[in-house]
Every structure is written in structure tokens, then in C-alpha cells.
């Protein structure tokens, strides 16, 4: 088992940043994918950002140049790196882990899931 903890949501204006934490626990982090996921109200789950076990990294479209998602495997956790943010960005971010999956972008492919914690963007 793997237990993930989000943590660094709030409210912000537009065009301010913002760093989310992801604290695991439980099997060895460094063998696991890590990724962000988000969800708005009335909205599918979306992709926003992954980075493998060894430390490759992808983006959705929409975030490209703006998010930088980074892992530090001594503290167990992973982060993402909001700047320039837009009222789009507003939902609920959670943090994912799979040993496994080979479609980094697909929800399902993750085993393990957050709570998640909530950003708000303001115009």
C-alpha cells in the first residue's frame, strides 16, 4: 500500500503561483510514477503532469511552460510547481502512483490516489 497526502492548495489571483507537496508513504517511492491529475466541478478528471521513476517528466498541453512537476525521493514526495496561473486551473488537484502503468497520462492506470486539495483562481 501506498498512502499519498496533498498538501499547498489555496486561493490565488491570476497569474500568481502556488507549490503543491504529495508526502508517500508506505512501499518504496522511488520505484513508483507519480503524477497530478485535477478536477473541476461538472468536469472530467484531467492529466496535468507526471514524472517516471526515474525522473522523466510530462505535461498536458495546457500546463506546458507554466507547471514543473519534481520528485524528491530522500523525503518521499512529489511536487508541482504552479506559476502564471489562470482561472482555468481552478479544481481539485490530486496526486496518483503507479509502479506500473505505461500510459502516463491515463487515470486508470494509477493505483494509489490522494484526497486531494483544492486551487482556486481568481480573475
Known amino acids: 500500500q501506498v498512502q499519498l497526502v496533498e498538501s499547498g492548495g489555496g486561493l490565488v489571483q491570476a497569474g500568481g503561483s502556488l507549490r503543491l507537496s504529495c508526502a508517500a508513504s508506505?512501499?518504496?517511492?522511488?520505484?513508483?510514477?507519480m503524477a497530478w491529475f485535477r478536477q473541476a466541478p461538472g468536469k472530467e478528471r484531467e492529466f496535468v503532469a507526471a514524472i517516471t521513476w526515474n525522473g522523466s517528466t510530462y505535461y498536458a498541453d495546457s500546463v506546458k511552460g507554466r507547471f514543473t512537476i519534481s520528485r524528491d525521493n530522500a523525503k518521499n514526495t512529489v511536487y508541482l510547481q504552479m506559476n502564471s496561473l489562470k482561472p482555468e486551473d481552478t479544481a481539485v488537484y490530486y496526486c496518483?502512483?503507479?509502479?506500473?502503468?505505461?500510459?502516463?497520462?491515463?487515470?486508470?492506470?494509477?493505483?494509489?490516489w490522494g484526497q486531494g486539495t483544492q486551487v482556486t483562481v481568481s480573475s
Open positions: 496518483a502512483a503507479s509502479r506500473y502503468t505505461s500510459v502516463l497520462s491515463d487515470y486508470g492506470g494509477y493505483n494509489y
Open positions: 508506505g512501499r518504496t517511492f522511488s520505484n513508483y510514477h
